[in-house]
């Protein structure tokens, strides 16, 4: 995995024209996948990480109930690929009662990722 260089990640579509990035919208489940997919292949390189999941989908967490479960798949993503779990550092309170209040309105599959990332960081 390559190491982040801080330069910007393209927020460009077709024909140049620009896309709004995932932070400006933070509910947007739909805006942060594109974003955390391109993450993965910038300049050869996988720069997603723990940090990234987190810019990436907390506030869609925070949100909805889509936004829960597209914060657990990730960190699955980048777990299975990287190794890294995730970082009590990274969740505040905020978050962590977002994951457990929607927890049972998840289907179980869901559900087991969700405890998979709680039982992470607490």
Sequence with gaps: MGAYDGRQISN??????????????????ELANPYW???????????RSGGFVIESFR????????????????????FEKSGEKPRPELFDGELLEALKTR???LSNGDQELVRWVLSSVE
Excluded: H, I, M, W
Aim: glycine content about 10%; some cysteine; overall charge positive.
């Design 37 to 47: 997919v391109e993450l993965a292949s910038t300049g050869g390189c996988d720069l």
């Design 103 to 105: 927890l049972p309105d």
């Design 12 to 29: 460009s579509t077709k024909a140049g024209q620009p896309q709004e990035n995932s932070r400006f919208r933070p509910t947007n489940v």
């Design 59 to 78: 506030g869609r967490a925070l949100a909805s109930l889509a936004g829960v479960v597209a914060l657990a798949r990730a960190y699955r993503q980048l």
